[in-house]
């Protein structure tokens, strides 16, 4: 046997999903981390490869509740005030509270410690994907791929958060401040 290693530059597939130019809600918040200092990357990772792995977790899902479940669909592309944001899914609330909810899909090397809300641009784009779809509610469904990092291995989780209107409003606000200091919008 032979084995060759190939010398070959990766080039990300990306979500998979056409995207329409113009201003979306990730550049703002990823904007919004830069300037608030919480922006940080993994040192010596290939950050197009670990966003695809997320890309195909979430391609995965959705197809799968699309096929099987048939409980909740990807809404396509949203405008908000000359914002693009793409929510992962929409469909019915597995507590049967609400007729629709948000649901989000996430792959992550964070630890299974922390909880959803201690993440900043999770958190801010869950509740603008609420403000887009016009709900209260987003259902993360996330693979900690690490777990908690103390053994536990990939740790699946599953959580709803119910969001009081003044909490969305807040959050969308402070993006629409923030891209219109950057005059984006």
């Known amino acids: 046997m032979y084995i060759t290693r190939i010398?070959?530059?990766?080039?990300?597939?990306?979500?998979?999903?056409?995207?329409?130019?113009?201003?979306?809600?990730?550049?703002?918040?990823q904007s919004l981390r830069t300037d608030l200092g919480m922006s940080k990357t993994a040192e010596g990772w290939d950050m197009g490869?670990?966003?695809?792995?997320?890309f195909l977790w979430e391609d995965a899902f959705s197809r799968a509740?699309?096929?099987k479940a048939q409980e909740i669909m990807r809404p396509g592309e949203l405008t908000v005030e000359g914002v693009l944001?793409?929510?992962d899914g929409v469909g019915l609330d597995p507590c049967g509270k609400a007729p629709l909810v948000n649901h989000e899909y996430k792959l992550t090397w964070?630890?299974?410690?922390?909880?959803?809300?201690?993440?900043?641009?999770?958190d801010t784009q869950f509740k603008c994907y609420c403000k887009g779809l016009g709900v209260t509610i987003t259902c993360l469904h996330v693979i900690y791929i690490m777990g908690n990092y103390k053994g536990s291995g990939p740790h699946p989780e599953h959580f709803?958060?119910?969001y009081e209107q003044e909490e969305i409003d807040t959050a969308w606000g402070m993006v629409m401040r923030h891209?219109?200091?950057k005059g984006w919008v």
Not at 18 to 23: A, E, V
Request: aromatic fraction near 12%; include cysteine.
């Open 7 to 29: 010398d070959k530059h990766y080039t990300p597939f990306g979500s998979g999903l056409p995207r329409t130019p113009g201003l979306h809600l990730t550049q703002i918040i």
């Open 49 to 54: 490869v670990a966003a695809d792995c997320g």
């Open 65 to 67: 509740y699309a096929e």
């Open 85 to 87: 944001m793409s929510p």
């Open 110 to 122: 964070r630890s299974s410690n922390k909880a959803p809300a201690d993440d900043f641009y999770w």
């Open 160 to 162: 709803r958060i119910e």
């Open 179 to 181: 891209a219109k200091e």
